[in-house]
């Protein structure tokens, strides 16, 4: 941990032991959780200092989240000491509830507790120099296998057993973690469209604003089964919209990002032995217009085990002229060959099939060259290097082709760096502020990329 961090944490808990009237020190498990839980508060909110202005952290204030589940657990992290370090940072005037933690049995939702720094503790955070993104380092002991299943209408995370394939599974995560995590993946776009593109991605409640310590990968498996879902999630690069991911760097260095070209028409049509053909299995309806919406509504049908009479939730049909009835129909008749697919919940066991190509994609380019791959579900970004080479497009069809057989399209995004208005100018043209921190327009990403050299 950072020394100034680590000394502000032993301050703030010698400052709430004091107001406390009481003394851990007897005690040192105690002190120990004590510490680690005002850690991982104060931590929260110094990442939010670079994430957004008024950034929110969590905390979860029911006594069961902590003992039930130890797969998932932290172990340092416990009920009393933590609830205690959250209560003596809110006495010492340092955080502020914003939202009070809540369930609603009848609706089965609900929200943990949040919270922000006050002034005083921005004012304390802000005496490190030190960027907080590059700092913090990710904890590649953390659980990274995650079973979900529904109980009670809601998906929640279950215990599982531990099996061969699921330690190799755990394995094969851990090192691709401990890759990722001895490179930096970062965004390279204008100081000043930060915060405009963090306010656009937290308009979309499914996601998360930028935060670049999130660099290591989870696998989440679904329905209580290690044959659905599977799919790797919680990098930052994945809330990032399409149009920006061209602007991730590597080290520093521009990336190229290829996908499957229609993943999952050629994946169902290949599992029920028919051809696909040479027309856009998405643009066959409608002509090709709404081919976005057609291809949300296909995988909704492909991943639902219920006829969806009524439109899906997350299917916006407020800008089209037709409805959601019209919209079913249309795709079922476009492809009459797989309508026996449709509607029988095959939409899990596809994402594991392309989470296992996801894993062997990976990790050819950990073993062989000890090199970064960014998953993102049916796509992937790296060095544009490799790129270039055609080593990514190659080996994404060796994956494709080793599970089905059969021969798939990869479409290649080529990554830019977006040009800079100081661009051309001779050294001598640059303020000395110019040439320490290099040009404003890019200096946090300059910044953060330097130091991460």
């Known amino acids: 941990m950072n020394e100034l961090l680590l000394d502000l944490v032993n301050r703030l808990a010698a400052e709430i032991t004091s107001a406390e009237g009481r003394d851990r020190r007897g005690k040192t498990t105690d002190q120990h959780h004590f510490l680690h839980g005002i850690q991982y508060l104060v931590i929260q909110l110094w990442k939010g200092t670079q994430i957004h202005d008024g950034y929110e952290g969590s905390i979860n204030k029911r006594s069961g989240w902590y003992s039930e589940y130890p797969q998932y657990r932290d172990p340092n992290l416990t009920f009393k000491q933590t609830i205690a370090a959250y209560n003596g940072l809110i006495a010492l005037g340092l955080i502020e509830e914003t939202q009070r933690g809540y369930f609603n049995r009848e609706t089965l939702e609900g929200s943990i507790t949040r919270f922000i ?4 503790l921005l004012s304390l955070l802000s005496e490190i120099k030190e960027d907080p993104f590059v700092a913090i380092k990710p904890n590649l002991d953390a659980q990274c296998i995650i079973m979900r299943d529904e109980i009670d209408g809601k998906k929640k995370q279950v215990p599982y057993l531990e099996t061969p394939a699921v330690t190799e599974m755990r394995d094969n995560l851990m090192l691709i973690n401990r890759c990722l995590a001895s490179h930096y993946p970062d965004i390279r776009i204008r100081d000043e469209d930060w915060i405009p593109l963090q306010q656009r991605i937290m308009t979309d409640p499914k996601k998360r604003p930028i935060d670049l310590t999130r660099c290591s990968l989870v696998r989440i498996f679904s329905n209580g089964r290690f044959d659905h879902g599977g799919r790797f999630y919680r990098g930052w690069w994945e809330n990032v919209p399409s149009e920006y991911r061209k602007y991730i760097t590597i080290d520093g260095k521009r990336t190229n990002e290829y996908d499957y070209s229609q993943l999952n028409p050629h994946m169902v049509y290949f599992l029920r032995g028919k051809a696909i053909g040479s027309e856009d299995a998405y643009s066959r309806v409608f002509d090709g217009e709404h081919r976005d919406l057609v291809k949300e509504a296909f995988n909704a049908m492909i991943q639902s085990s219920t006829p969806l009479i009524k439109e899906p939730k997350d299917i916006d049909l407020s800008e089209v002229d037709f409805d959601w009835k019209h919209l079913r129909q249309s795709i079922l ?7 026996d697919m449709f509607f029988q919940g095959h939409g899990n066991h ?11 994609i990976m990790l050819k380019f950990v073993k062989s060259d000890y090199a970064p791959v960014l998953p993102v579900h049916d796509s992937f970004i790296m060095h544009y290097g490799h790129g270039e080479l055609g080593e990514l497009e190659e080996d994404m069809r060796r994956a494709f082709y080793g599970h089905f057989k059969k021969d798939i399209k990869v479409k290649e995004e080529i990554g830019v760096m977006l040009p800079s208005s100081f661009d051309g100018k001779d050294w001598d043209e640059l303020s000395f502020e110019e040439q320490v921190h290099g040009p404003p327009e890019y200096s946090q990403w300059e910044d953060r990329n330097t130091l991460n050299d």
């Open 350 to 360: 596809l994402q594991f099939v392309d989470s296992v190509m996801a894993e062997d």
């Open 117 to 120: 720094a006050t002034d005083d």
């Open 333 to 339: 008749d476009a492809h009459k060959p797989i309508a």
